[in-house]
């Protein structure tokens, strides 16, 4: 019986994502990773091996776009955005973005970032009354069991709220040019939270 390396054993895992593709540039690569593991060339197997999966996850981020709402009555929306490699990515995670805007100038960014290493300071931060009072413009927020904050600052026309998905996943609108929180806290609402939780994994 054949031994598998965690190499071997990571390379047939993600030939199995990419078995109901069809051949592109992902199964290509998952190909000549192969041929170089079999080969003996483990280090061009290993660096094949990250560029088809960073080309998975884009495709996996790119589909959870379709997650973020269409624009309201009354608003328009730029195509949504994604982000999951790179230096940012280490520092940010998964980010998916789209903005949203209206004739009279009021405009709003509705993100949902996952596995950033910046989460659990916001996680602390919801878990800990005292440091929320220490902040007077944020305010306790929840919705369907999941906690968050909203935050104004007096005579500002931008509100922002945020809600933590458990702890790898935070939904997030930040608007301006707002009389009230109205419209970022629908658009937040207007994510499937079990959709959001199934996509990633969580």
Same mark, same amino acid.
Do not use: C
């Given at each position: 019986?054949?031994?598998?390396?965690?190499?071997?054993?990571?390379?047939?895992?993600?030939?199995?994502?990419?078995?109901?593709?069809?051949?592109?540039?992902?199964?290509?690569?998952?190909?000549?990773?192969?041929?170089?593991?079999?080969?003996?060339?483990?280090?061009?197997?290993?660096?094949?091996?990250?560029?088809?999966?960073?080309?998975?996850?884009?495709?996996?981020?790119?589909?959870?776009?379709?997650?973020?709402?269409? $624009?309201?009555?009354?608003?328009?929306?730029?195509?949504?955005?994604?982000?999951?490699?790179?230096?940012?990515?280490?520092?940010?995670?998964?980010?998916?973005?789209?903005?949203?805007?209206?004739?009279?100038?009021?405009?709003?960014?509705?993100?949902?970032?996952?596995?950033? $290493?910046?989460?659990?300071?916001?996680?602390?931060?919801?878990?800990? $009354?005292?440091?929320?009072?220490?902040?007077?413009?944020?305010?306790?927020?929840?919705?369907?069991?999941?906690?968050?904050?909203?935050?104004?600052? $007096?005579?500002?026309?931008?509100?922002?709220?945020?809600?933590?998905?458990?702890?790898?996943?935070?939904?997030?609108?930040?608007?301006?040019?707002?009389?009230?929180?109205?419209?970022?806290?629908?658009?937040?609402?207007?994510?499937?939270?079990?959709?959001?939780?199934?996509?990633?994994?969580?």
């Amino acid at each position: 019986m054949r031994y598998r390396t965690p190499l071997n054993t990571a390379l047939a895992a993600v030939l199995t994502l990419a078995t109901a593709a069809r051949a592109d540039e992902v199964t290509d690569q998952l190909d000549a990773a192969r041929k170089a593991y079999d080969a003996g060339d483990l280090r061009t197997a290993a660096d094949t091996l990250n560029f088809a999966i960073a080309a998975i996850k884009e495709r996996q981020t790119a589909g959870l776009l379709k997650l973020l709402p269409e $624009p309201f009555a009354g608003w328009q929306a730029d195509p949504g955005q994604s982000q999951s490699g790179g230096l940012a990515g280490m520092i940010t995670g998964i980010n998916l973005t789209r903005r949203y805007f209206r004739a009279d100038g009021a405009e709003l960014t509705l993100s949902v970032t996952a596995d950033s $290493p910046l989460l659990p300071l916001l996680t602390m931060f919801l878990s800990s $009354p005292f440091m929320m009072q220490a902040d007077p413009g944020s305010k306790p927020y929840s919705f369907k069991g999941q906690r968050g904050l909203t935050k104004h600052a $007096p005579d500002s026309d931008e509100y922002e709220v945020s809600l933590m998905i458990g702890t790898r996943i935070l939904i997030q609108a930040k608007g301006r040019g707002l009389k009230d929180s109205t419209a970022v806290q629908q658009y937040v609402e207007a994510m499937d939270v079990g959709a959001i939780q199934k996509g990633f994994g969580d």
